[in-house]
Antibody, heavy 119, light 109 residues
Framework: QVQLVQSGAEVKKPGASVKVSCKASGYTFTSYGISWVRQAPGQGLEWMGW????????NYAQKLQGRVTMTTDTSTSTAYMELRSLRSDDTAVYYC????????????WGQGTLVTVSS | EIVMTQSPATLSVSPGERATLSCRAS??????LAWYQQKPGQAPRLLIYGASTRATGIPARFSGSGSGTEFTLTISSLQSEDFAVYYCQQYNNWPPGFTFGPGTKVDIK
């Protein structure tokens, strides 16, 4: 069965960086991409970007361009999302989701990773 | 950026009743529209993609319709496990990026 398992919760200071991992299993990793979505406490969902696990091509949300980097490691079927220059409003649960291509929905989701940014 | 709006914000429904949720896009997104269900403390779950195609394992009581700027999610007969927040998402316009609606909470009447 398809599973996406994310890394554990993180606490970071403003200005720091965080890197969240998402380990995939149950399907051919390079046949799909991974989208990242975040959700601030009590708020709605925000799409952050998508990466192709086939060739590493990325498409980021314009508002995060320059602060976010998405990568994959095909040897371990793991996707990573790094967010830099963290601010308090980056406090959120970060989700990865399998998405066949850029213009597609996320069909299987990870359990989420809480990132707290606080001084 | 395409702005997604959802109505109503909260929908109170009795078990067994029909629920109709609306989603509107500020410009056409063709049929590149998905619906997700989210329960407290859980990740979103894909219900509908391509505006009207049920995702794997989704019961037939969930149906989606619409194209362009107006979309509807219908739950034909609400079960206890359907009380949750429902989000629509357009995945038609990048850049600047795909956007979600603010959600409709379906609660027990």
């Amino acid at each position: 069965q398809v599973q996406l398992v994310q890394s554990g919760a993180e606490v970071k200071k403003p200005g720091a960086s965080v890197k969240v991992s998402c380990k995939a299993s149950g399907y051919t990793f390079t046949s799909y991409g991974i989208s990242w979505v975040r959700q601030a406490p009590g708020q709605g969902l925000e799409w952050m970007g998508w990466i192709s696990a086939y060739n590493g091509n990325t498409n980021y949300a314009q508002k995060l361009q320059g602060r976010v980097t998405m990568t994959t490691d095909t040897s371990t079927s793991t996707a990573y999302m790094e967010l830099r220059s963290l601010r308090s409003d980056d406090t959120a649960v970060y989700y990865c989701a399998r998405a066949h291509r850029l213009y597609s929905s996320g069909d299987y989701w990870g359990q989420g990773t809480l990132v707290t940014v606080s001084s | 950026e395409i702005v997604m709006t959802q109505s109503p914000a909260t929908l109170s429904v009795s078990p067994g009743e029909r629920a109709t949720l609306s989603c509107r896009a500020s410009q056409s997104v063709s049929s590149n529209l998905a619906w997700y269900q989210q329960k407290p403390g859980q990740a979103p779950r894909l219900l509908i993609y391509g505006a009207s195609t049920r995702a794997t394992g989704i019961p037939a009581r969930f149906s989606g319709s619409g194209s362009g700027t107006e979309f509807t999610l219908t739950i034909s007969s609400l079960q206890s496990e359907d009380f949750a927040v429902y989000y629509c998402q357009q995945y038609n316009n990048w850049p600047p990026g795909f956007t979600f609606g603010p959600g409709t909470k379906v609660d027990i009447k």
